[in-house]
């Protein structure tokens, strides 16, 4: 069990351009979640994979983001033509599918947009 | 969805001081977890804690359902239990998302 890994850790961009992140969730794990996480508040969350199927994306999930699971293993995270608004901790978690389990979360990218 | 209210929102503790921690919300859950994200905001599980008591070193925590509260019981702090405590919980009728509180700031000074 390696855990959750998130690339980069830390990426700056200027406003407009377009971002990728990536995760790689615990190898078993066929639940996996991305947070997004501002200033001094509470992770929030975005949207939702069972597999390779995107179950459940939040209002706070803009045109501008997607999100990919491709095979049901790694996923990707988009967000293009960033705005300074977009400047946050993007979080990422995995779970087992049964009920109730419990969620391990990546070490988060951090993301800067001037 | 559902509310999550976390207290105190910060606190200064001496080194080897207890403290408690508390969590409550807003209606009935299926998953309640206790984080700590530490200053590079990586987010630790502490405890995956539905219902009952779990102990785990210098860290305790209770969910009482019925009532709709988590209290994190931490003894003996030390400094590098500095950092935020998170309360989340994944509601009954909705198991696909955990709701944050906003957090406890624990500072821990020698």
């Known amino acids: 069990d390696t855990g959750v890994s998130q690339n980069p850790r830390h990426k700056i961009t200027k406003r407009g351009q377009n971002v990728t992140f990536r995760c790689d969730p615990i190898?078993?794990?066929?639940?996996l979640y991305w947070y997004r996480q501002t200033l001094g508040q509470g992770p929030e969350f975005l949207t939702y994979?069972?597999?390779?199927?995107?179950?459940?994306k939040s209002r706070l999930l803009s045109d501008r983001f997607s999100a990919e699971r491709p095979k049901g293993s790694f996923s990707t995270l988009e967000i293009q033509r960033t705005e300074q608004g977009d400047s946050a901790m993007y979080l990422c978690?995995?779970?087992?599918?049964?009920?109730?389990?419990?969620?391990?979360f990546g070490s988060g990218t951090r993301l800067t947009v001037v | 969805g559902i509310q999550v209210e976390q207290s105190p929102p910060d606190l200064i503790l001496q080194e080897g001081a207890n403290s408690t921690l508390r969590c409550n919300f807003s209606?009935?859950?299926?998953?309640l977890q206790w984080f700590h994200q530490n200053p590079w905001g990586q987010l630790i599980n502490l405890f995956y804690?539905?219902?009952g008591t779990k102990q785990n070193g210098r860290l305790s925590a209770t969910t009482v359902a019925t009532e709709r509260y988590s209290l994190l019981y931490i003894s003996s702090s030390q400094t590098t239990g500095s950092g935020v405590y998170f309360c989340?919980?994944?509601?009954?009728?909705?198991?696909?998302?955990?709701?944050f509180g906003s957090g406890t700031k624990l500072n821990v000074k020698p």
């Open positions: 978690a995995s779970s087992l599918e049964l009920r109730g389990n419990g969620y391990t």
């Open positions: 994979f069972q597999n390779e199927a995107q179950l459940e």
């Open positions: 804690i539905p219902s």
């Open positions: 190898s078993e794990h066929n639940r």
């Open positions: 209606d009935s859950v299926n998953n």
């Open positions: 989340a919980v994944e509601a009954q009728y909705n198991f696909n998302k955990f709701y």
